[in-house]
């Protein structure tokens, strides 16, 4: 059974930095994509970074700058390193992964004090 364990995620104030890491488990071929979403309180989730096996990357417009996603392909291990946070980016953040069909992490929180 494929498993996404979260952790890394806490309080911390504005222009703080918190690393998330999610390590795949149960899986024993390389996934394809791993990232990250988050949900904000009344909010719809979204997509804040992703990875391909490949090393391409894409984020949401709202983190280019300040969040840097990695990956450790031999562990299925994705990081989030976050900079200059902002309450902004407050809100429960999921990791996942994608190979034939999407995996879920249930997340992990971060709140940012302003």
Avoid at 43 to 59: D, F, W
Wanted: glycine share 14%.
């Amino acid at each position: 059974q494929v498993q996404l364990v979260e952790s890394g995620g806490g309080l911390v104030q504005a222009g703080g930095s918190l690393r998330l890491s999610c390590a795949a488990s149960g899986i024993i071929f390389r996934i394809e994509t791993m990232g990250w979403f988050r949900q904000a309180p009344g909010k719809q989730r979204e997509l804040v970074a992703s990875a391909g096996s490949s090393g391409r990357t894409n984020y949401a417009d709202s983190v280019k700058g300040r969040f840097t996603i990695s990956r450790e392909n031999a562990k299925n291990t994705v990081f989030l390193q976050m900079s200059s946070l902002t309450s902004e980016d407050t809100g429960v953040y999921y990791c996942y992964a994608v190979h034939g069909k999407a995996y879920w992490g249930s997340g992990t929180q971060v709140t940012v004090s302003s």
